[in-house]
């Protein structure tokens, strides 16, 4: 493949990675409810952004540090938005998420260096968005969650599939696909509560 190809890639998976945020904090700020989001998806965020700039950084492989580090510093801004609405006591849950799945790669590290912490931060990356699936699925109050997020959180993920295919990354194809099904559940979602919502405005009318 023409390497412009891949380059125009990487552009796309990192303005939609870390532009994928943006709408959320938007929405958070301008909204000041939380209703939908979830705290543990914010901490693992913040973890495994941590792990793709080391393993960026560890492997050489470049185009994967700008988007990493410009999501970890969004998450970080998320995670004080949602402290302002929801009290200090709830980055309590912040934390659950950044011990629970950021420290899973460490093993795989000291084990089989960084090829083997890649394939696990990837698999880690593929369950990053399932706090959030799993919360749009268990409730109904969906206001605060931000569908063009997640719009460009499924757009990224596919690159990183289609990036990972071609260089042989089994860490960027796990982790893509991964991020790719939990962002077509929240996406699904949010339309039924979006369909919800206009039907029981209009029986109102």
Known sequence: MPAIVL???LVVANVMGAGMIVPQVVRLHRL???DGVSAAWIGVGLAMNLWWVAYGWATGLWGILPVSAGAFGLYGIIAAQYA???GRAALVRCGAGVATVGLAPLPALAVGGWPAAGVAAGLC???QFAP???ATVR???LHGVSPTTWAMAGTEAAVWVVYGLIQGDPALMIGGGGGLFASVVILFRLSQHGLARRAEVMLAQ
């Open 7 to 9: 380059t125009a890639m």
């Open 32 to 34: 000041k409810t939380s």
């Open 84 to 86: 302002r609405l929801n």
């Open 125 to 127: 990356y593929a369950i």
């Open 132 to 134: 959030a699936a799993i």
């Open 139 to 141: 409730s109904d109050r």
